[in-house]
T-cell receptor, first 111, second 113 residues
Framework: AQSVSQHNHHVILSEAASLELGCNYS??????LFWYVQYPGQHLQLLLK????DPLVKGIKGFEAEFIKSKFSFNLRKPSVQWSDTAEYFC?????????WGAGTKLIIKP | GAVVSQHPSWVICKSGTSVKIECRSL??????MFWYRQFPKQSLMLMAT?????????EQGVEKDKFLINHASLTLSTLTVTSAHPEDSSFYIC?????????FGPGTRLLVL
């Protein structure tokens, strides 16, 4: 069965630190890849997505992610986090038009 | 663009009653919508895929007679929890697909007493 794994369940960083959240998936075929974010008390929002083309995709709020096919990875990065980035981040893979979700990573940014 | 709404945002009901949750795509048409359930500290669990004009496709372990889904128009899907029990208390989230991307509603918190 296809699966998505996010390596860190909780990450705590100070403001201005660099961020990288890992995401690996098991499906070997063509995939669409997504990162969603859920801010406290808010609903899921699309952060960025990869369908094809340039494997480095840029999303909203300064986030980017790199698709590395050989590693089955789609890691999320941000060079300098802000307190407002405190949220839960979900990686998801589209398989047959259904999303397979990672368990999520709770990111806490210390002011 | 790509806004999805849910109504109600929260509901409290007595055990044995039925509750209907609406999911609307406000600025686009969606032939496919999805219903999820989110347990505390867990990721989303897909319950069913709702297709406009046809029967929903339920995931394994989800009772179709308990969770009735109707997708009568391109902008509205409804989930009815029938004969609700306390174990049905949860956070229900819908999404609507636009192209190859799902856009999510704000969720409905259901508490069954």
């Amino acid at each position: 069965a296809q699966s998505v794994s996010q390596h860190n369940h909780h990450v705590i960083l100070s403001e201005a630190a660099s961020l990288e959240l890992g995401c690996n998936y098991s499906y070997g075929g063509t995939v669409n890849l997504f990162w969603y974010v859920q801010y406290p008390g808010q609903h899921l929002q699309l952060l960025l997505k990869y369908f094809s083309g340039d494997p480095l995709v840029k999303g909203i709020k300064g986030f980017e992610a790199e698709f590395i096919k050989s590693k089955f990875s789609f890691n999320l990065r941000k060079p300098s986090v802000q307190w407002s980035d405190t949220a839960e981040y979900f990686c998801a893979v589209d398989s047959n038009y259904q999303l397979i979700w990672g368990a999520g990573t709770k990111l806490i940014i210390k002011p | 663009g790509a806004v999805v709404s849910q109504h109600p945002s929260w509901v409290i009901c007595k055990s044995g009653t039925s509750v209907k949750i609406e999911c609307r795509s406000l600025d686009f048409q969606a032939t496919t919508m999805f219903w999820y359930r989110q347990f505390p500290k867990q990721s989303l669990m897909l319950m069913a895929t709702s297709n406009e004009g046809s029967k929903a496709t339920y995931e394994q372990g989800v009772e179709k007679d308990k969770f009735l889904i109707n997708h009568a128009s391109l902008t509205l899907s409804t989930l009815t929890v029938t004969s609700a029990h306390p174990e049905d208390s949860s956070f229900y989230i819908c999404s609507a697909r636009l192209g190859e991307t799902q856009y999510f509603g704000p969720g409905t918190r259901l508490l069954v007493l």
